[in-house]
């Protein structure tokens, strides 16, 4: 059995551990150090980088591993540590030492992993100030040390998984980094395994390096390969499990485990591609061997005008069929790819030698999906390989611009006048509707990865200050039920739901009304208030803003407790603060008659805040694209009745209640409603300000 939860205890014996200690920038708050430490010696092994030109990490690591008896990895991001000659590798050593001091183990128990600018010096000084902190932090928060080792990544990448040898549970927790620089032959990013097994470090070898070049090697982002990057394994048996040897069913177990949890950090490396919107999954089948397949599948995916055609959702097959041409012409490949099939997001587009038509609206709709399938068969063997890539976006070109010397730098010495490389359609496109919702209110539902993520938090609520500066007078409704859950599960209770709502007795209600109203709100607000923005917390409750009253039970359903629906929205009080500039945040805490607090779905709650503010647009921000059909593609479009007909029907779960929430606001008066995917940077403005959007508008 293989399970997967982003909540699942991290293997016995290893604690997970990250701090600010000022690599990034001296006195910065955002976490640079992370540590991975077991409490007894390890079997490690390791596949690191082919570039001539790697770290001081890699060159020790290459020159260390496969190995027993290794205790720690220490990984720090903002710097690189390569391309400094000696005394890089002198860094490398003297990082190792002082995080070993502060562990009390010997430095050559001890791996180092850096990522971040080429070029300068390691500051070991202020590793070696932070040790004892970051070794005090050690504990179980695997997200924090996945947090500390990103660079441009948008997403913090984790995994985690757990089998059964010999009748003992095995664990294995996983985290990853990898935005830029990502191409084969390594895995050319940044990945770090635990687990209780107990396997020999040349066995752990084998299935690791097998695991690598199933998954990460199938990567493509930009076609650069990085100088720093490692996939790094650590085992330590304490799960009393018998030992794994090699060729053994266990072996297969392991091994298969190890690439199922590299599979799903490759995707997600893939997606997070810097800049990217979309992950492309190109498969190609039908030829003599599978190294020819995978090779013809990379072509596809690196090819600079296939990644250009996919951030439009411009379905350009003849890109496609041209990169595949040309890579088999440059390789001088025997086969001939005549006869070769060619589907895009499962829509045939080529077959025996020509086009075959197909509808271009309905196919290009089919694009402005996270996830873009491309499939080729060349019908000339048996064969068959995958590359995951992404697409090419404007960011992209922008953060590598401006990734050694910093934002602005890269143009610093050049003339500010010019034509230069501006996208004036988009210009005037964006202040036309600029112009269009200058005054006008739109209430956005905060909710999903958006909050959770760091680097997503800082773009949401970089937005709501342009869209202030803009002149759209936002009002933002947020959630919070899995921060709710986890502090009700620190504090002994388990969280119990009934038809999508939590549960909420006397105690719960409490809670809730700490974590949204005392913990997020004011966490929301102080952002953007950083950035320039004027925002003002608010619950429910203060000047009885959401008037509610308890949530009968349905017959033969269970009894919510604190859980409310909505009477009356005091909009007078939105008015107020409204009309004097203020950006309203608003915690869904209801005020009852009776004077208890009432837990309201948020998603109802900005239905309903909407309607009676009179909002031009209602935005709702997911972890999915939007409203996808029956086949899973987004619907950029749709109308009330033909949402309402598909209640039940496609749309169930969590969507159900978003589209109730949707249907109310749309009968309240609210003009159209957005439901976009919040895991993509921007998104809101995305949407409202070009013709095109992101997501599902409804209307």
Not at 71 to 84: F, M
Not at 465 to 476: H, Y
Not at 589 to 599: K, Q
């Amino acid at each position: 059995m293989t399970t997967s939860a982003k909540s699942f205890a991290p293997p016995i014996g290893f604690r997970f551990g990250a701090i600010a200690a000022g690599i990034r920038e001296a006195g910065g708050a955002r976490r640079d150090l992370a540590l991975i430490v077991s409490d007894r010696p390890c079997a490690a092994a390791g596949v690191l980088t082919v570039n001539k030109m790697c770290a001081a990490s890699v060159s020790y690591a290459a020159a260390r591993l496969p190995a027993d008896g290794i205790r720690a990895i220490v990984a720090n991001s903002g710097n690189a540590n390569a391309l400094t000659g000696p005394l890089g590798a002198a860094d490398e050593r003297a990082m190792a030492t002082v995080v070993a001091r502060a562990l009390g183990v010997e430095a050559d128990e001890v791996l180092t992993a850096s990522t971040g600018a080429i070029g300068a010096r390691l500051p070991v000084d202020r590793i070696g100030a932070a040790a004892p902190a970051l070794v005090a932090a050690l504990g179980d928060d695997v997200a924090g040390a996945a947090e500390a080792i990103r660079t441009t990544d948008l997403r913090t990448k984790l995994a985690f998984r757990q089998i059964e040898i010999g009748g003992k549970p095995v664990r294995f927790a996983a985290i990853a980094k990898g935005s830029g620089m990502i191409h084969p032959q390594m895995a050319t990013m940044l990945c770090f395994i635990a687990t209780d097994a107990r396997i020999a470090p040349a066995t752990l070898q084998s299935a690791l390096a097998t695991a690598a070049d199933e998954t990460f090697n199938t990567i493509t982002v930009d076609g650069d390969m990085s100088t720093n990057d490692a996939v790094i394994a650590l085992a330590n048996g304490a799960s009393g499990a018998p030992p794994v040897e090699l060729e053994s069913p266990a072996f297969a177990q392991v091994q298969a485990t190890l690439t199922e949890i590299c599979a799903e950090l490759a995707r997600a490396i893939a997606a997070d591609g810097e800049g990217a919107t979309k992950l492309l999954v190109v498969d190609v089948a039908g030829v003599p061997d599978r190294a020819m397949a995978r090779d013809l599948a990379r072509a596809i995916a690196g090819g600079s005008l296939v990644k250009a055609g996919i951030f439009g959702g411009d379905p350009s097959w003849g890109r496609i069929l041209a990169a595949l041409g040309a890579r088999i012409g440059a390789r001088a490949l025997p086969i001939d790819p005549g006869g070769v099939t060619l589907d895009i997001q499962g829509v045939r587009v080529y077959e025996q030698g020509g086009p075959v038509g197909f509808d271009k609206a309905d196919l290009s709709a089919r694009m402005h999906t996270p996830e873009i399938s491309v499939k080729l068969d060349l019908g000339v063997g048996s064969a068959s390989g995958r590359a995951l890539g992404c697409d090419l976006t404007f960011d992209y070109v922008k953060i590598n611009a401006e990734y050694y010397s910093g934002p602005g730098a890269a143009t610093a010495g050049a003339p500010h006048r010019g034509p230069g490389n501006i996208n004036r359609p988009l210009i005037v496109e964006s202040l036309s509707y600029i112009r269009k919702f200058a005054g006008k209110r739109a209430v956005i539902k905060y909710g999903g990865a958006a909050m959770i993520d760091p680097a997503l938090k800082r773009s949401f609520a970089e937005e709501m200050v342009l869209l202030q500066s803009a002149g759209l007078r936002p009002v933002i409704v947020h959630g919070g039920g899995p921060e709710i859950t986890r502090t009700l599960e620190s504090l002994g209770r388990k969280s119990e739901f009934a038809d999508g709502q939590r549960i909420t007795g006397a105690e719960e209600i409490r809670v809730v009304e700490m974590v949204l109203t005392g913990r997020i709100n004011t966490e929301i607000v102080g952002l953007i208030n950083s950035l320039g923005g004027n925002a003002i917390g608010l619950s429910g409750k203060d000047g009885r803003l959401l008037l509610a009253h308890k949530l009968e039970p349905a017959p033969g359903k269970p009894d919510l407790g604190f859980v409310g629906e909505i009477e009356a929205v005091n909009s007078d009080l939105l008015d107020m603060f409204l009309e004097r500039s203020y950006l309203p945040v608003i915690s869904p805490v209801g005020f009852g008659a009776d004077g208890a607090s009432y837990n309201i779905n948020a998603d109802l709650a900005a239905g309903e805040i909407a309607a009676a503010c009179g909002a031009e647009r209602l935005i709702f921000l997911t972890d999915v694209a939007g409203i996808l059909d029956d086949d899973g593609n987004l619907i950029s479009e749709i109308k009330a009745p033909d949402l309402e007909a598909r209640l039940g029907k496609s749309i169930k779960g969590g969507m159900l209640v978003k589209a109730q929430a949707v249907l109310h606001a749309l009968a309240g008066g609210v003009r159209a409603v957005h439901i976009i995917d919040g895991r993509a940077p921007h998104s809101v403005v995305a949407e409202l300000f070009t013709d095109r959007g992101v997501g599902t508008l409804v209307t």
